[in-house]
């Protein structure tokens, strides 16, 4: 163990004894995330109104707004899935 983070836990009040749970904690720094095998990007066309953007949520979000207004220009969503062992970024407009 660090013999500095050891003297910073004793002074904070701790055991100052080396635990397992010390190893643990290092173990359990954030892994960054795998990046994407394949980035899609998906337009959905449509008059207005036909639910457009209610699908995109239900999809990405899985919510449904009833009382929401319409889209006025263009909004997307990101949602990653993964398929076969792939991972797949979807950028869907
Ligand atoms: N009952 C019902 N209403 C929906 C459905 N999908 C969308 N709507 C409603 O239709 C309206 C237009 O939906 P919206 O997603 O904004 O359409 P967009 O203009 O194509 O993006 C909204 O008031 C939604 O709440 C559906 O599957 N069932
Ligand atoms: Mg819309």
Do not use: N
């Amino acid at each position: 163990m660090d013999h500095r983070y050891d003297i910073a836990r004793r002074a904070a009040g701790g055991s100052g004894s080396s635990s397992p749970g010390a190893g643990a904690q290092s173990r359990r720094r954030k892994v960054p995330p795998r990046p994407a095998d394949f980035k899609l990007q998906i337009i959905i066309i449509g008059a207005r109104g036909v639910g457009k953007t209610s699908l995109m949520e239900r999809f990405t979000d899985d919510t449904f707004c009833e009382a929401c207004k319409s889209t006025v220009g263009v909004d997307f969503k990101i949602k990653t899935v993964e398929l076969r062992g792939k991972k797949i970024r979807l950028q869907i407009w």
